[in-house]
């Protein structure tokens, strides 16, 4: 099923900066699939304030409810609708007409991957078939892929983007194969475009799946003994906005590049994480390890090398993980600003 919310359009032109406007800005409306989601709430909302026609396309009417209500654009559209059906994802696309399509929709929390691996392959690889089938109807010229830093080989250094990739989840596999299937949907065509971004550790406000920053800051608000899985695995956790940063930069890129990390070259263990929330909150915190919270697949190290990204980006710096963890404190009350 197709849904779309065509909200009246006002007749009052947007207001522009007086920046000049990117060539991409200038062109049809962005979709982005998976639009109601950790990254993709945020991303609606920036692409909203830089001027861009944004189409939502998410298959939980309830997500896309919530965004519309913190939104409030008449330059963005509704669309309630599930990648995992072809003919849906066909009529999105002609009817959008989009030139610019940003693919966030996936299976990612990766013990239920590991869990359902089938329904990881049919949602991150054959709905990204539908999603690519759709582009090629609508003559898309560009797309955004939201890979992850997974795919890289284990190492005990950052990795590049010419570094090699292996992975040993589910997860990673289906964004290592999502890739090659983004870049030669790409080259298939002359003057189209593909950008695959390998997002490392996210965190931030509003983030609802089970990953281990939401499930220690949700247990420190509540009080009591904290339980953790691995304390010694070192990651590298880089804040929704500042994800959302790169991917607004690289959509209005004339010339986007084919691959690029999105981290901050910063690792952080768990170990250190649970020291630093208790310099935050200003009393010791009490933890505690959980076996259950283990995983076979869990890496010891995994950090970004961010030379390609700050090359594309001068000056761009991530926040620091100190700075972003005291923000979403104090957002839950349990530290002042």
Not at 62 to 89: E, G, H, W, Y
């Amino acid at each position: 099923m197709v849904r779309f919310d065509r909200r009246s359009r006002s007749s009052a032109a947007p207001r522009w900066t007086s920046r000049p406007i990117p060539e991409l800005m200038l062109r049809s409306p962005v979709l982005i699939t998976g639009a109601g989601g950790f990254i993709g709430s945020e991303l609606v909302n920036s692409l909203l304030a830089r001027g861009h026609e944004v189409f939502a396309f998410d298959r939980d009417p309830d997500r896309l409810n919530r965004l519309s209500s913190c939104a409030r654009s008449d330059l963005l559209r509704l669309v309630c609708a599930d990648i995992s059906d072809p003919t849906s994802m066909v009529k999105v696309a002609r009817q959008t007409r989009p030139a610019v399509l940003i693919h966030l929709a996936a299976m990612h929390v990766i013990p239920q991957c590991e869990a359902q691996p089938n329904r990881a392959v049919d949602v991150n690889i054959g709905g990204l078939c539908n999603v690519l089938a759709a582009a090629d109807e609508a003559r898309v010229e560009f797309i955004l892929f939201a890979s992850t830093g997974d795919v890289y080989a284990p190492t005990t250094g950052p990795s590049g983007e010419d570094d090699p990739t292996c992975t040993a989840t589910v997860y990673g596999a289906t964004k290592l194969l999502g890739e090659r299937l983004v870049s030669e949907w790409a080259e298939r065509r002359a003057g189209r475009h593909a950008t695959r971004v390998r997002i490392f550790n996210v965190y931030g406000p509003g983030d609802g799946n089970p990953h281990v920053l939401p499930d220690l800051l949700g247990e420190l608000q509540r009080g009591g003994t904290i339980t953790v899985g691995n304390v010694h695995a070192a990651r590298d956790f880089i804040h929704v906005e500042d994800v959302v940063a790169l991917l607004c930069r690289i959509v209005q890129m004339p010339t986007p590049p084919t691959l690029v990390n999105a981290g901050t070259g910063v690792t952080t263990s768990i170990a250190d994480v649970l020291e630093m929330l208790e310099v935050l909150v200003g009393r010791p915190v009490t933890w505690t390890r959980d076996p259950s919270k283990l995983r076979a697949s869990d890496r010891a190290h995994l950090r970004a090398d961010t030379a390609r990204m700050q090359a594309l980006f001068p000056g761009f710096v991530p926040r620091s993980l100190d700075v972003g963890l005291g923000d979403l404190l104090a957002r839950a009350g349990v530290c002042p600003l």
